[in-house]
């Protein structure tokens, strides 16, 4: 009974919309018919052949690995560094964490105009700092335009998953610690064998996070700052449905590309859950 009311929260806004994009996934719809056709696996096979969508699943997949590659160890190594008290550490942190506040729509805007090739911040610091005149297009130019929307996601989330490590680091027992210094053990001996396994919980969570974003909640900014250009160099899953979709009318064909991937999420995210399940560390007397 006391779990009720959360599981007709998770059935009303998960399962059900679930559901629903699986039954359409097998159907075409132009989302105005009064019924659509049952296709089978036509919509799948669809995508399988089709050139964008592969390119949208390459993209996606590359900014999941770079979203953790930037997001992780900058969030850890900052957790580590303010952990300390003292008032200019809650400044630190705030500061750091006040991006979390902003809207998407905020943020985006902020980072268009940090690239702004004619007026833009980015390239008026490389003229300052001597490099002659700078009009490079970072968000429209395809060597930059990934690594570009990438820098501002990073920016934007990356506070969330500090205050993530930083919890994680002050419910650590300081006796593990204290061995340590008696042990004159080696800062990276210390990271290595102490505090990374003892936040394997917060790294499964962060890992989570950010996978599911690179698959969600990233579409906004991309969608914002891009739109999936140039040339679909950051065209996101997310983005080529909701193209295929609303753009295109052709819901079944969208719905397949989401349940593909919520398929792909759980995939990737599911052996690391059960895995720190089953080795899940449990320290205290």
């Not at 004619?118 to 009009?135: D, Y």
């Amino acid at each position: 009974m006391l779990n009720a009311p959360a599981l007709a929260v998770f059935g009303t806004f998960f399962l059900a919309p679930a559901a629903v994009g699986l039954w359409f996934s097998f159907h075409e719809w132009d989302g105005v018919s009064r019924s659509a056709a049952f296709v089978g696996l036509s919509n799948y096979g669809t995508l399988f052949t089709t050139d964008r969508f592969w390119g949208a699943f390459r993209v996606n997949m590359l900014v999941a690995v770079l979203s953790l590659a930037m997001q992780m160890p900058l969030a850890l190594g900052l957790a580590l560094a303010l952990s300390r008290r003292g008032r200019l550490m809650r400044l630190y942190r705030s500061a750091i964490f006040a991006p979390q506040v902003l809207s998407v729509a905020a943020v985006a805007l902020t980072w268009n105009l940090v690239y702004d090739p004619s007026q833009g911040f980015l390239n008026r610091l490389l003229e300052a700092v001597g490099l002659g005149p700078v009009e490079i297009a970072w968000l429209g130019d395809p060597r930059f335009a990934l690594v570009s929307v990438l820098v501002a996601t990073t920016w934007f989330y990356f506070g969330l998953h500090m205050l993530l490590f930083m919890a994680g680091l002050a419910a650590i027992p300081p006796e593990y610690f204290d061995v340590a210094r008696i042990e004159t053990v080696r800062w990276h001996q210390k990271l290595r064998h102490v505090t990374l396994p003892l936040l394997r919980e917060q790294v499964l969570i962060s890992f989570t996070l950010i996978v599911s974003g690179s698959f969600g909640h990233l579409l906004g900014l991309f969608f914002l700052m891009t739109d999936g250009g140039p040339a679909g160099r950051t065209e996101l899953l997310g983005l080529y449905m909701t193209k295929v979709a609303f753009r295109g009318s052709q819901y079944g064909l969208g719905s397949a590309v989401s349940v593909l991937m919520l398929v792909l999420v759980l995939a990737i995210v599911i052996w690391p859950i059960l895995r720190v399940g089953r080795e899940r560390l449990e320290f205290g007397l």
